[in-house]
């Protein structure tokens, strides 16, 4: 679960069903929105962000993992390049409107600037950091605009250097930030989060 204050100093909280509710500052509870999620293991809906200019554009930020196509159940442990393509979800850092009413506004808007310009071919537009392999808190610095990611870097299994490691990474720009899978042979990145090499954007 994840919360946010509001300028009236109500409490909008998250399920990792995907359920958003409001608690105003008497203490009652509502259900103010219900977000399609892929639920499985760590995933879901796992954050929420108020904007800095909430009080004139009602923005909030959602973090979460859209269903898409991704079968039940854990990652296959070993295949082919194809049965890996099985399980290549996304997680998701969507704006939403908060109406008048307090309910969340079911569609979003993306903002100029990210990775991937409309229309490109095999991307999609919403795309702002990728090469991120287990991201799992999201933090911005409100005076600089940096955002820093907490994530987690491939299972070790035994005692190692290179794996099992839990990085925060700061994310400056739109880039590809390093991991290109999610299994053994991840890549290695920067754990400051620069994108590598040719990979700038």
Do not use: C
Not at 89 to 113: D, E, K, M, Q
Not at 159 to 171: H, K, L
Request: cysteine-free.
């Amino acid at each position: 679960m994840a919360l946010a204050v509001l300028p009236d100093r109500s409490v909008i909280h998250t399920a990792r069903n995907g359920t958003v509710r409001r608690t105003d500052a008497a203490g009652n509870i509502s259900v103010i929105g219900n977000i399609p999620v892929y639920p499985h293991d760590e995933e879901g809906l796992r954050g929420v962000g108020v904007a800095p200019g909430f009080a004139s554009n009602r923005f909030v930020y959602l973090y979460y993992a859209p269903p898409l196509s991704t079968p039940a159940g854990d990652a296959p442990a070993s295949g082919t390049a194809a049965t890996w393509a099985t399980g290549q979800g996304v997680n998701r850092l969507s704006r939403f409107t908060l109406n008048a009413n307090h309910t969340v506004n079911g569609t979003y808007s993306i903002p100029a600037g990210n990775l991937f310009a409309p229309g490109t071919p095999n991307t999609r537009p919403e795309s702002y950091a990728m090469g991120l392999r287990n991201p799992f808190r999201i933090g911005v610095d409100k005076v600089t605009g940096v955002v820093y990611v907490g994530d987690y870097g491939p299972d070790a299994g035994t005692p190692s250097a290179t794996r099992g490691q839990v990085e925060f990474n700061r994310v400056t720009s739109a880039g590809n930030y390093g991991s290109t899978r999610t299994g053994s042979a991840t890549p290695p990145r920067s754990r400051h989060g620069r994108p590598r090499g040719d990979e700038d954007a």
